[in-house]
């Protein structure tokens, strides 16, 4: 385990190799199993193939354009309507409810489920979280209840990136109680 999420990497570019239904649908059982609050399971994803919303992505996310040219691009939303029935919601970047930190942080375990998941069946992937709803949420259709946690391009591997620095543990890590250092 320790050795797929130590040679885990963010991955931009990609290869022509195409992932396929099944393969994409084994990557996404390591979500569906995820843990969360109360199991509420909110995550949803929308797997996206199709080139001109693959570039509109690409654009949402701060015109990253190597986003556009991955294989597939799994959108992964965090459903508000899991934990509050509240007709006409809507939340943004904004929203001060719990309810919605709840589900975005519930989602982003299942995201980092399939980040894993992908490393270990040799795909590669990046998180991109740099959008803002409402430029994003238009492009799928979706509504104005549901959260984008994050878009996750995703295809073979045709770079093997660095490993980038990390802190130490001693710099994060403490014991019985807080330490002001
Ligand atoms: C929540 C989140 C959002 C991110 N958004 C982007 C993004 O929009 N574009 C990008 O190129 N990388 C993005 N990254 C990737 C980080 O830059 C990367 O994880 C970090 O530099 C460490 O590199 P590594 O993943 O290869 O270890 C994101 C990562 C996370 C966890």
Redesign the pocket.
């Known amino acids: 385990m320790l050795e797929v999420i130590k040679t885990?990497?963010?991955?931009?570019k990609y290869t022509d190799r195409e992932v396929d239904d099944k393969t994409i649908l084994q990557l996404l059982e390591s979500a569906r199993i995820a843990p969360s609050g109360h199991n509420t399971q909110p995550w949803r994803f929308i797997v996206v193939r199709c080139p001109e919303t693959k570039k509109a992505l690409a654009e949402a996310?701060?015109n990253?354009t190597?986003?556009g040219r991955a294989p597939v691009i799994i959108v992964c939303v965090a459903d508000l309507g899991c934990r509050v029935k509240e007709p006409g919601l809507s939340v943004d970047e904004n929203s001060p409810q719990f309810s919605l930190k709840q589900v975005i942080r519930d989602t982003?375990i299942a995201v980092e489920h399939l980040v894993l998941e992908a490393e270990n069946m040799g795909l590669g992937a990046?998180?991109?979280?740099?959008?803002v709803q409402k430029d994003v949420r238009p492009l799928l259709g979706i509504p104005e209840d549901k959260y984008v946690v994050?878009?996750l391009p995703l295809g073979y591997p045709a770079e093997s990136?660095d490993?980038?620095p990390?802190m130490k543990l001693e710099e994060m890590v403490m014991f019985e109680k807080w330490e002001d250092r």
Request: hydrophobic share 45%.
């Open positions: 885990r990497r963010s991955v931009r996310n701060h990253q190597w986003v982003a990046c998180w991109c979280a740099w959008f994050a878009l990136p490993e980038r990390r």
